[in-house]
């Protein structure tokens, strides 16, 4: 025994194998339904591919005495499914057995309807004798039971077949079910007969059932079908052959304004537009040859004017294969056809705005490729004929080396479907360069892209169109205006530093104007309170003291009125030098004898310091022209002040040496440097240069008690105006030196 394959469910139980070579032999339990065919076949298939290919499973048998009565519906389809097999695979006969009396019965009303031979067995050993008389050829009259049938019927009493005719005229063969108080019993006669009666009853209370649910079904199909014509917002008609009315809608009589009792027998075609006759005569030929349908719109004459109708008319063929009569199914579609023609002028303008458009503009499918551009985009990238870059030109497989930026641009654009832009510097010229493109000549632009999406109804991307602004010129302005605006602001802080520098020279001025007063004050007070002093002294004295006393007042007050004297002359000599009013007498003098006799008139100043004075006045020339009167005046107040900050036991030196200088006229002018140093305290840094200014004193040797501030300011005045130049300069060591350069030959008018 080979293995099983079994069908298991709760209401349901098969399992079958195959013994041998070509018994299949199946057990059955429950109720047998529809569904259970399939995996039925699908088994029996698996059992015969279980035995060697050149065998057959000639002899089925079944168990079947769990088996519970089945739907009529599933007998007829597993009949069906084993003459099927049968035809595939030859079945020499099937044999059940163990079923109950309705089974057994079942099994012999089927033996007519099946192709091979059916057999009821009582049980398996007799089945498998069955089988074996079967290969032997012999015939075993006891095994059958219709001999016994037709025995157990010849033995019947007149009252036994009183019984049976009893319970068949109590059969209402019109309704389902059989009502009947007489029961016939297993041990009748015609138990066999009585059982067979009621199967047949039960296939027709199936037969009518069906037949009942058939009806019910159509009826419910007419009213559906009338409801639909009736409720119909589409137009239904059928008209014959000449297009006479037959039949009309609602719909069709309330759109044209007519009863329908006024349409049939009647012509559609008054109905219909003039212009319309030849599409509607064609259309009406056409269903004279398969598939003989034809769709068709055309205009025609409603109570509310002329609309716009769309037809499917479809011809009804005789069993002649002729055209009967045609049924029409048609659709107010005025309204489509409003749309139609408003979005074909959308289109138009669309289209002529696209192409009128001042501003560089090109279409893109989601490809990435350019499907439509306008002619300024050709004039902006040097596109003669705008056919060689629509459809063929795609930005995302661009082999150009210059970026455009495009293909980012319509990335994000069709990733987020969000309009975006972007700045982008082209060199328009090879920006979207092909073959037999002709191009302008390059050129650098700055353009602005603009992109946007385009979605459908349904909010689905279908293009992406970018926009392209020239903004060279803008950018250019903004740079010029950038520009602008620095050196603006450059000017500002300029300004603004001279002013603040005017203003600090202003406070400082006005300071030095204030320290010049006050000194001034004590400058001029401090000598005349002397000079009364002495005055008074002598006044008062005259009787009292000596001559050589009065002599030594009237001496101081002398003295005290020539200092006094030689401040106001400095005060007048700048006045005079800042306004240009002051004239000098250029002569021609040695500058070393003017150094020696300045040196003397300080010798017992020197001495009184106890300061070293060294004197290194080179070998050379030292004659110079210039007013000797000006430039003692500055080497006196030079030196002058170096003693005067120089403390005791310090050094104070002067030097002169020549070298040479090449003015505009290239002309060698051989100048003469004189340099003056002190061991004083020095400068600050930050006042070399003011230090030289009116009023103003280093803080360094700023004491308050003397000086007017107007000594070098004086210096400066007058070797500008011999045009050399003095300057001051920190030693290494300690202390500050005074320089000044004058040309050796100068002519002052």
Not at 392 to 402: H, L, V
Request: with cysteine.
């Amino acid at each position: 025994m080979n293995d099983a394959w079994c069908i298991e469910t709760p209401t349901f139980f098969f399992q079958s194998m195959v013994i041998g070579q070509d018994i299949l032999y199946s057990i059955t339990s429950g109720f047998f339904d529809q569904k259970y065919i399939e995996p039925l076949d699908q088994i029996r298939q698996l059992c015969q591919k279980a035995i060697p290919e050149d065998s057959n499973i000639n002899y089925i048998v079944v168990d079947s005495s769990k088996l519970n009565k089945s739907n009529n519906e599933a007998r007829i389809n597993y009949m069906k499914s084993m003459k099927n097999w049968h035809r595939k695979y030859p079945i020499k006969l099937y044999i059940a057995y163990g079923g109950n009396v309705f089974l057994r019965t079942a099994f012999r009303l089927a033996r007519p309807l099946m192709a091979f031979q059916v057999k009821i067995a009582k049980d398996f050993t007799s089945a498998f004798s069955m089988i074996r008389d079967d290969r032997l050829g012999v015939i075993r009259k006891k095994d059958c039971r219709e001999l016994e049938l037709r025995t157990e019927a010849f033995g019947a009493s007149h009252k036994d077949i009183e019984i049976l005719m009893a319970v068949f005229g109590n059969i209402n063969w019109q309704e389902e079910g059989i009502e009947s108080s007489i029961k016939i019993k297993e041990d009748h006669p015609f138990y066999f007969l009585y059982q067979s009666i009621i199967l047949v009853k039960e296939e027709f209370d199936d037969l009518f059932k069906e037949r009942k649910q058939m009806e019910d079904a159509l009826i419910k199909s007419e009213e559906k079908y009338r409801l639909l014509i009736e409720n119909q917002i589409g137009l239904v008609v059928k008209f014959d052959c000449e297009g006479r009315f037959e039949f009309i809608s609602q719909t069709y009589c309330e759109i044209f304004g007519k009863k329908e009792s006024e349409l049939i027998g009647q012509s559609f075609i008054p109905f219909t537009h003039e212009e319309e006759g030849k599409p509607t005569e064609k259309a009406l030929e056409a269903l004279y040859q398969p598939p003989h349908v034809a769709n068709l719109e055309q205009q025609a004459l409603t109570s509310n004017g002329w609309k716009w109708f769309s037809w499917i008319v479809t011809a009804v063929l005789n069993d002649n294969k002729e055209v009967e009569s045609i049924i029409g199914v048609g659709l107010d579609i005025t309204n489509r056809k409003q749309a139609e023609k408003a979005l074909k002028e959308s289109e138009f303008f669309f289209s002529q705005m696209f192409e009128q458009s001042t501003t560089s503009t090109c279409l893109y499918n989601l490809e990435g490729t350019i499907i439509r551009v306008n002619p300024r985009f050709c004039k902006m990238f040097g596109i003669e004929d705008k056919s060689i870059i629509e459809g063929s030109f795609n930005e995302f497989n661009n082999q150009t080396k210059t970026d455009t930026g495009n293909a980012s641009l319509l990335r994000d654009i069709i990733d987020a479907k969000k309009t975006k832009s972007w700045v982008k510097s082209y060199d328009v010229g090879v920006a979207f360069q092909t073959t037999s493109a002709s191009l302008s000549e390059s050129k650098q632009k700055i353009l602005n892209v603009y992109g946007y999406p385009i979605v459908d109804s349904d909010n689905h991307l279908k293009y992406v169109v970018l926009q392209h602004y020239d903004i060279t010129k803008r950018k250019l302005a903004e740079k010029a205006l950038k520009k602008a605006n620095d050196e603006l602001e450059k000017k500002v802080e300029e300004r603004t530093a001279d002013y603040k520098k005017v203003k600090e020279e202003a406070e400082s001025a006005n300071k030095a104007k204030s320290e010049f007063l006050s000194n001034m004050s004590h400058e001029i007070r401090t000598p005349m309170h002397q000079i009364l002093s002495f005055s008074q002294f002598g006044v008062s004295k005259i009787h009292k003291v000596s001559l050589k006393k009065l002599l030594h007042y009237f001496s101081k007050i002398g003295i005290i009125g020539r200092q006094l004297m030689s401040l106001l002359d400095d005060l007048l000599d700048l006045s005079k030098l800042e306004s240009g009013k002051i004239d000098y007498e250029m002569e021609a003098v040695y500058l070393n004898v003017i150094i020696n006799d300045i040196l003397s008139e300080f010798n017992s100043l020197i001495e009184e310091k106890g300061i070293i004075f060294v004197k290194d006045i080179k070998s050379g020339n030292s004659e110079i022209k210039c007013d000797q009167l000006k430039i003692s005046q500055v080497v006196r107040n030079l030196i002058a002040n170096a003693i005067k900050f120089t403390p005791r036991g310090k050094e104070v030196s002067i030097s002169l040496e020549t070298s040479e200088v090449r003015p505009k006229n290239n002309q060698a002018i051989p100048p003469i440097l004189v340099k003056v140093s002190d061991q004083g305290l020095g400068i600050p840094e930050n006042e070399l240069e003011t230090v030289f200014d009116k009023f103003i004193q280093s803080s360094r040797t700023k004491t308050g008690a003397g000086g007017t501030g107007l000594g070098l300011a004086i210096c400066r005045e007058i070797i500008n105006a011999h045009e050399g130049k003095i300057w001051a300069e920190n030693n290494p060591e300690e202390g500050a030196t005074f320089s000044f350069i004058l040309p050796t030959e100068l002519n002052i008018n």
